[in-house]
């Protein structure tokens, strides 16, 4: 799918993004137990698409990440979360969770926002900090005009995420999803690029 409205440069995130806590970039095949560490939990994906991943799944989520690195033009900016080491050299990173921005419709320049932390980190502004980020970088680099994001009703956390990023909700789908046995509500929220960089 081709972004329209484009120069003759493909749009692309300039990864890695750094904000004052963490590091977005891209994902490595030897981040593997950082990634299930978090992935394979219960708590973390109870309302979500995917999940709890078995050491499988989460072997094929990366190795989808790293086919998606490859992309031209890219279309899906999964990243992962580091939180900054205090060491020299950037000692003591640590891969804390991941955050993601996808061309969901490039025709019309909108994207889609996602995040998962480790509940280690949860409460501390990261998924904010790191959403902010992919969401400018979103607006900035790949000239997006909406970012949209969706999640479970019941997922206060999340809602609560996205409307500190300053997205609108715009509406619920009821029953929209079919996932471990219960339909579930699902909530779209959405910014506008002239609202987030006002
Ligand atoms: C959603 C998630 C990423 C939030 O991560 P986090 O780093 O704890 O969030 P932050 O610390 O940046 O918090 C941002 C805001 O959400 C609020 N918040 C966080 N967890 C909350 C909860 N369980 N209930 C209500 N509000 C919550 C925070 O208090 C903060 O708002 P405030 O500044 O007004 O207090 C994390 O809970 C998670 O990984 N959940 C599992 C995966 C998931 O559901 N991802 C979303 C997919 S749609």
Redesign the pocket.
């Known amino acids: 799918m081709r972004m329209r409205r484009r120069g003759a440069a493909d749009p692309a995130l300039a990864i890695p993004l750094e904000t004052p806590r963490l590091i977005l970039r891209d994902f490595a095949a030897r981040d593997f137990e950082a990634v299930h560490a ?1 992935s394979s939990l219960d ?6 698409v995917w999940g709890p991943n078995t050491p499988l799944q989460t072997r094929q989520t990366i190795q989808a990440y790293l086919d998606d690195q490859k992309e031209k033009p890219r279309q899906n900016f999964d990243l992962a979360i580091v939180r900054k080491g205090e060491g020299r050299r950037g000692a003591g990173q640590r891969l804390i ?1 991941g955050v993601g921005l996808k061309l969901c419709d490039g025709e019309n320049l909108t994207g889609e926002v ?4 480790h ?1 280690d ?9 790191a959403a902010h980020m992919i969401v400018h970088a979103g607006f900035g680099d790949l000239g997006l005009q909406r970012i949209i ?4 009703q019941r ?4 809602a ?2 996205m409307e ?1 990023l300053g997205m609108r909700r715009e509406g619920v789908f009821r029953q929209s999803k079919y996932i471990q046995g219960e339909w579930r509500d699902e909530f779209l929220y959405a910014i506008l690029a002239a609202e987030f960089l006002r």
């Open positions: 978090f708590e973390v994906t109870r309302f979500l969770g996602g995040y998962a932390l509940p980190h949860w409460g501390q502004g990261y998924a904010l900090e994001a969706t999640c479970d997922n206060k956390a999340s609560r995420v500190k």
